[in-house]
C-alpha cells in the first residue's frame, strides 16, 4: 500500500511560484459563513439558531448547547462542521423547548444571534456552501503578484477538488483504521465501539482513494480532458451520466454545465467504463482493496461520485495590512485549504487540524 505519509499531492498551478505564508495565526484570520439550503419557516418544534463562535471547535460548541440548553446532544442539529481556529457563523438546531432558556445563554466565544422556528431538525449535508474571508500573513517578496497570476490561472481552470489531510487523522491513524477495517484487519477496539469513530475511518479510506484518483489525473494532465467512459456531473442538477460522445460530452465541459468526478468507493457508486474503469480499478488494486470490501459496510460506505474540479465563486484578493486577504464562496463539502494550497504551495502551513464543510 502506498505510504500517505510521504505523498505530496501535486498543484495543477505547478508551474506558478507559490506565495508561502501562514493560515490561521489568529481566529480573526479565517471568517467563515455557513451559506443554509434554506431558512427556517417560523414555525414548528425545532428552533433554528444562528450562531457565532470564536475559537470553539465543532463538538465543542454541541456540548456547551447541550448543557446551558438541557438538552440531549442527540437532539442538535448541525449542516457541517466548523473550524475551531476561526469566527465561523453557522445554523444550529434544537427541539423548540428550548426557548425559554435563550435569554439566559452565556459563554466566552459563542453568541446565539438569531433564533427562528422549523419543522424538521437541520440534518448533516444541508447546506448550499460556505462564504469565506481568510487572511494570509508572512507571506514571501512579491507575494501579491504571484496571488494574482495564480488567481486568473484558477478562475479559468479551477482548483482540485482533495480531501484535505485534515480528514485522514492525527498522523494519519483515522486513513489507517479505515484502510483495516475494509480489509477486515484487527483495529482498535474503539473504531467497533463508537460507529462515529467507524465512520470517520471509512471515509477516511475513501477520500484517501479519491485523491489518488484525483492525483494521478493531474499528473497525467488529464483534469479538463473528457474521456470515454467518464462519469459526468451537470453543475445545475447533480444528475450523473457515462460519457459516450468524446467529443459532444468535451464540449459541455468547456463551458461548464458538466465537471469530470472521480470515486467515492461503495456498492452505490455509478462505474465509469472503458480505461477510466481500468484505471480506477488500478486504484484499488495498488491499495490492495477489492470493490467487494465496501459491501460490508452498506450504510456507512454507499459510495457516490465527487467533482474533480472547483470554480470558486466571487475570488477576489486584496492587498492587506498584514498580508493579502482572499474572499470567495466554495460549495458544501469543499475544501477551502485546497483552494490555499495552491496559493500558498507551503504544505506544512496549509495542513491545518480543522476545515469548513
Same mark, same amino acid.
Given at each position: 500500500?502506498?505510504?500517505?505519509? &510521504?505523498?505530496?499531492?501535486?498543484?495543477?498551478?505547478?508551474?506558478?511560484?507559490?506565495?508561502?505564508?501562514?493560515?490561521?495565526?489568529?481566529?480573526?484570520?479565517?471568517?467563515?459563513?455557513?451559506?443554509?439550503?434554506?431558512?427556517?419557516?417560523? *414555525?414548528?418544534?425545532?428552533?433554528?439558531?444562528?450562531?457565532?463562535?470564536?475559537?470553539?471547535?465543532?463538538?465543542?460548541?454541541?456540548?456547551?448547547?447541550?448543557?446551558?440548553?438541557?438538552?440531549?446532544?442527540?437532539?442538535?442539529?448541525?449542516?457541517?462542521?466548523?473550524?475551531?481556529?476561526?469566527?465561523?457563523?453557522?445554523?444550529?438546531?434544537?427541539?423548540?423547548?428550548? +426557548?425559554?432558556?435563550? /435569554?439566559?445563554?452565556?459563554?466566552?466565544?459563542?453568541?446565539?444571534?438569531?433564533?427562528?422556528?422549523?419543522?424538521?431538525?437541520?440534518?448533516?449535508?444541508?447546506?448550499?456552501? @460556505? #462564504?469565506?474571508?481568510?487572511?494570509?500573513?508572512?507571506?514571501? *517578496? @512579491?507575494?501579491?503578484?504571484?496571488? @494574482?497570476?495564480?488567481? +486568473?490561472?484558477?478562475?479559468?481552470?479551477?482548483?482540485?477538488?482533495?480531501?484535505?489531510?485534515?480528514?485522514?487523522?492525527?498522523?494519519?491513524? &483515522?486513513?489507517?483504521?479505515?484502510?483495516?477495517?475494509?480489509?477486515?484487519?484487527?483495529?482498535?477496539?474503539?473504531?467497533? #465501539? @463508537?460507529?462515529?469513530?467507524?465512520?470517520?475511518?471509512?471515509?477516511?479510506?475513501?477520500?484517501?482513494?479519491?485523491?489518488?484518483?484525483?492525483?494521478?489525473?493531474?499528473?497525467?494532465?488529464?483534469?479538463?480532458?473528457?474521456?470515454?467512459?467518464?462519469?459526468?456531473?451537470?453543475?445545475?442538477?447533480?444528475?450523473?451520466?457515462?460519457?459516450?460522445?468524446?467529443?459532444?460530452?468535451?464540449?459541455?465541459?468547456?463551458?461548464?454545465?458538466?465537471?469530470?468526478?472521480?470515486?467515492?468507493?461503495?456498492?452505490?457508486?455509478?462505474?465509469? &467504463? /472503458?480505461?477510466?474503469?481500468?484505471?480506477?480499478?488500478?486504484?484499488?488494486?495498488?491499495?490492495?482493496? +477489492?470493490?467487494?470490501?465496501?459491501?460490508?459496510?452498506?450504510?456507512?460506505?454507499?459510495?457516490?461520485?465527487?467533482?474533480?474540479?472547483?470554480?470558486?465563486?466571487?475570488?477576489?484578493?486584496?492587498?492587506?495590512?498584514?498580508?493579502?486577504?482572499?474572499?470567495?464562496?466554495?460549495?458544501?463539502?469543499?475544501?477551502? &485549504?485546497?483552494?490555499?494550497? *495552491?496559493?500558498?504551495?507551503?504544505?506544512?502551513?496549509?495542513?491545518?487540524?480543522?476545515?469548513?464543510?
Amino acid at each position: 500500500m502506498p505510504e500517505p505519509e &510521504t505523498e505530496v499531492l501535486p498543484y495543477l498551478t505547478e508551474g506558478l511560484p507559490g506565495t508561502g505564508g501562514e493560515l490561521k495565526q489568529t481566529p480573526e484570520d479565517f471568517i467563515v459563513d455557513e451559506i443554509p439550503v434554506y431558512s427556517p419557516s417560523g *414555525e414548528g418544534d425545532h428552533l433554528f439558531l444562528w450562531v457565532e463562535k470564536r475559537d470553539v471547535s465543532a463538538q465543542f460548541l454541541v456540548k456547551v448547547l447541550s448543557e446551558q440548553l438541557k438538552v440531549d446532544s442527540r437532539e442538535i442539529g448541525v449542516a457541517g462542521l466548523k473550524d475551531r481556529c476561526a469566527i465561523t457563523r453557522q445554523m444550529v438546531s434544537v427541539p423548540a423547548e428550548c +426557548e425559554p432558556l435563550l /435569554d439566559g445563554f452565556a459563554f466566552d466565544g459563542i453568541r446565539i444571534l438569531q433564533a427562528t422556528r422549523h419543522e424538521r431538525k437541520l440534518k448533516t449535508g444541508h447546506l448550499k456552501g @460556505n #462564504r469565506f474571508t481568510l487572511l494570509l500573513k508572512e507571506t514571501t *517578496e @512579491n507575494a501579491f503578484a504571484r496571488a @494574482n497570476a495564480i488567481l +486568473e490561472n484558477i478562475q479559468e481552470t479551477g482548483f482540485p477538488n482533495y480531501y484535505g489531510s485534515q480528514r485522514m487523522g492525527r498522523d494519519n491513524e &483515522t486513513l489507517r483504521m479505515g484502510m483495516k477495517l475494509l480489509k477486515n484487519e484487527k483495529v482498535s477496539a474503539k473504531y467497533f #465501539r @463508537n460507529k462515529s469513530l467507524k465512520r470517520l475511518a471509512l471515509s477516511a479510506a475513501q477520500s484517501q482513494l479519491f485523491n489518488q484518483a484525483l492525483s494521478q489525473r493531474v499528473t497525467d494532465q488529464g483534469l479538463h480532458t473528457v474521456q470515454q467512459g467518464d462519469v459526468m456531473q451537470v453543475c445545475e442538477s447533480g444528475g450523473l451520466f457515462v460519457v459516450e460522445d468524446v467529443s459532444a460530452e468535451q464540449q459541455r465541459f468547456d463551458q461548464r454545465e458538466t465537471v469530470i468526478t472521480g470515486p467515492i468507493f461503495g456498492p452505490k457508486m455509478k462505474q465509469p &467504463t /472503458d480505461q477510466v474503469l481500468e484505471a480506477e480499478t488500478a486504484i484499488l488494486q495498488e491499495f490492495s482493496l +477489492e470493490p467487494a470490501y465496501f459491501s460490508r459496510f452498506k450504510k456507512l460506505t454507499p459510495g457516490a461520485r465527487r467533482p474533480f474540479l472547483i470554480w470558486p465563486e466571487d475570488l477576489k484578493i486584496s492587498q492587506a495590512a498584514d498580508g493579502i486577504q482572499f474572499d470567495f464562496t466554495l460549495p458544501s463539502g469543499v475544501y477551502a &485549504t485546497m483552494l490555499l494550497r *495552491e496559493f500558498m504551495k507551503n504544505e506544512t502551513a496549509v495542513m491545518s487540524p480543522g476545515d469548513s464543510l
